[in-house]
């Protein structure tokens, strides 16, 4: 496997080994939004060495995490929808609850509190919506589109033109999802809690983090592998059958 530095992307580097993922989440390197970087300058921007990384994921454990190069881009998009999307909904609905409680309970001595509770409305209101244009029209043509290329028929129609258009607003939505997730970060000092922090407060937090991880996971699938696929597959055939 070619692990060039200078020529492999660090959204690449994810996709080919999946234990990878694990180490840039430890060390928060953005592989998803952001996978486009090459190795080099994620890592230099993380302020690790090429190597350290390396070693690490070297040192980790094989992944049983399924690699979804090859996989029909249907049961990915279901794959997305059962466990990601699902687990997202149920994140948020926790964490607007929780934010609201330790917000009213805590935001006197800690108003930080306040503006999680606010970005996580933020968050919410941006992703609810997200997932349900990728669910109602986005994944159902890609879903179209893959038939009619095993099919070597027409593909189908859309109003939205060429599946790169919606592909890029929902990416352009990934970065926004992103943005806010590192406003989290930012003003909770990596979730790092206070000594007088209740139990709502911790948990708030932890599924904070949780959620943080499982959008990295979740937002590597879409834009590393997912769109590029559609978008490769949309471009094939219509070549073929013009």
């Not at 694990?22 to 190597?51: F, L, P, T």
């Not at 999680?116 to 043509?141: C, N, R, W």
């Not at 879903?143 to 099919?151: D, Y």
Request: glycine share 4%; charged share 20%.
């Amino acid at each position: 496997m070619n692990l060039d530095p200078a020529t492999k992307s660090i959204g690449q580097l994810a996709l080919e080994l999946p234990n990878a993922i694990n180490v840039m989440e430890k060390w928060k390197i953005d592989y998803c939004c952001h996978g486009n970087r090459s190795v080099a300058q994620a890592c230099a921007d993380a302020g690790i060495g090429i190597e350290e990384l390396f070693e690490a994921i070297g040192e980790r454990p094989l992944s049983t995490a399924m690699s979804w190069s090859c996989e029909p881009l249907a049961a990915l998009q279901t794959f997305i929808v059962e466990t990601h999307h699902a687990f997202t909904r149920q994140a948020l609905e926790t964490v607007v609850l929780l934010s609201d409680k330790v917000a009213s309970r805590h935001g006197a001595n800690h108003p930080e509190t306040v503006r999680v509770a606010a970005l996580v409305k933020e968050l919410t209101s941006d992703l609810i919506p997200h997932m349900q244009k990728e669910e109602g029209i986005l994944f159902p043509y890609v879903a179209a589109l893959e038939s009619a290329a095993f099919s070597g028929s027409e593909p189908p129609a859309s109003c939205f033109g060429t599946v790169r258009n919606p592909i890029r607003m929902m990416m352009n939505e990934h970065e926004a999802a992103a943005d806010t997730l590192g406003a989290l970060r930012a003003v909770t000092r990596d979730y790092a809690l206070p000594d007088d922090a209740c139990l709502s407060f911790r948990a708030l937090y932890e599924r904070l983090a949780e959620l943080e991880q499982d959008l990295h996971r979740h937002i590597h699938l879409e834009n590393n592998i997912l769109f590029p696929r559609a978008a490769a597959m949309e471009e094939s055939t219509r070549r073929v059958t013009a």
